[in-house]
């Protein structure tokens, strides 16, 4: 039973374009959200991340929009670059519960030039 | 210095074989993890390991086996190897009390079962 549900699992966006991608949770208990990025030959790096307390989170060209009715979040990406190009995983954690990061099922992105 | 390193970074062997992959960090992390990732890129947690406990995912078959000789290092040994073992497997760490500031990742082991 996959917990975190991504989507779309590809994305092919034009240089300058918004990206987006979004995940569903069904377990209530989850108390952090993180994003991480995957490039090829690379292990999963974190790229940003929310906790339910807060609506958004923006750190440069990236934004969490995060709605805890509809138990969905979303990573936009303003701008898309080139070497935006990777595999974006969405995330979802218990912080009081063995701490074991339960991901999503991936999102290759393609920003071309 | 590198954070979380897995060796090796490739694994060619036959079925049946035994392996292991080992991992180190030099964060001052508390906890460990081992990850598979397939070749549809999902990544699964097989376990979560720290001085005090050993988390297993209960999908993980009892083949696989995790040793740790200290706080910085968690190994994965892996017996009687099959071709669905096929993947890249990913280390990671965390501290506990800072849980919220993420995991790190090693840079992954590709193994290949022939």
């Known amino acids: 039973q996959q917990q975190v549900k991504q989507s779309p699992q590809s994305l092919i966006v034009q240089k300058g374009g918004i990206s987006i991608i979004n995940c569903a949770y069904e377990n209530t208990a989850f108390d952090y959200f993180p994003w991480y990025q995957q490039f090829p030959g690379k292990g999963p790096a974190l790229l940003i991340a929310?906790?339910?307390?807060?609506s958004e989170k923006k750190e440069g060209r990236f934004t969490i929009s995060f709605n805890k009715s509809a138990k969905q979040f979303s990573l936009h990406i303003m701008d898309s670059q080139p070497g935006d190009s990777a595999t974006y995983f969405c995330?979802?954690?218990?912080?009081?519960?063995?701490?074991?990061?339960?991901f999503g099922g991936g999102t290759r992105l393609m920003v071309k030039p | 210095d590198t954070a979380v390193s897995q060796t090796p970074k490739y694994l060619v062997t036959q079925m049946g074989n035994d392996k292991s992959i080992k991992c180190e960090q030099n964060?001052?992390?508390?906890?460990m993890y081992w990850y598979k990732q397939d070749s549809k890129k999902f990544l699964k947690i097989m376990f979560s390991?720290?001085?005090?406990?050993?988390?297993i995912n209960e999908t993980v078959p009892n083949r696989f086996s995790p040793k740790s000789p200290d706080k910085a290092h968690l190994n994965l040994h892996i017996n009687s190897l099959e071709l669905g073992d096929s993947a890249v497997y990913f280390c990671a760490s965390s501290q506990d009390d800072r849980v919220y500031y993420g995991y790190t990742f090693g840079s992954g082991t590709r193994l290949t079962v022939v």
């Open positions: 995330a979802a954690l218990i912080g009081n519960a063995g701490n074991m990061l339960t």
């Open positions: 929310i906790r339910p307390d807060v």
């Open positions: 964060l001052g992390h508390d906890t």
């Open positions: 390991y720290n001085n005090k406990e050993l988390i």
